[in-house]
């Protein structure tokens, strides 16, 4: 069964540091392009960082750039998203994403390319 499970999320205060990660099972990341996305509440779903699965390209989008950081690890088939400097407009809840076909940011920017979706973990930031 083909699965991402993210983990992670919580309350942070503005100016603090979260750390997401995201785990896959039932298939390899190795041939993936994997990456974050994030919607908060009526808003529409928005690419934050994706990053390739051969030359590791990463992508940020203008709101998170120098604030968070992609990896990923494929001895562990993982990804992860450090998030520092954190505001409240980054409160939304934050979705793992791997996309077969595509470029990182090709795939930050339509996601229709991408095939595995997880659940989602909430990212809160108030003080």
């Known amino acids: 069964q083909v699965e991402l499970v993210e983990s992670g999320g919580g309350l942070a205060q503005p100016g603090g540091s979260l750390r997401l990660s995201c785990a896959a099972s039932g298939f390899t990341l190795d041939d993936y392009t994997v990456g974050w996305f994030r919607q908060a509440p009526g808003t529409e779903r928005e690419g934050v960082s994706c990053i390739g699965s051969h030359d590791d390209s990463a992508y940020y989008s203008d709101s998170v750039k120098g604030r968070f950081t992609i990896s990923r690890d494929n001895a562990k088939n993982a990804v992860y998203l450090q998030m520092n400097s954190l505001k409240p407009e980054d409160t939304a809840v934050y979705y793992c994403?791997?996309?077969?076909?595509?470029?990182?940011?090709?795939?930050?920017?339509?996601?229709?390319?991408?095939?595995?979706w997880g659940e989602g973990t909430l990212v809160t930031v108030s003080s």
């Open positions: 994403a791997a996309g077969g076909l595509s470029t990182a940011q090709t795939m930050c920017h339509r996601d229709y390319v991408v095939d595995y």
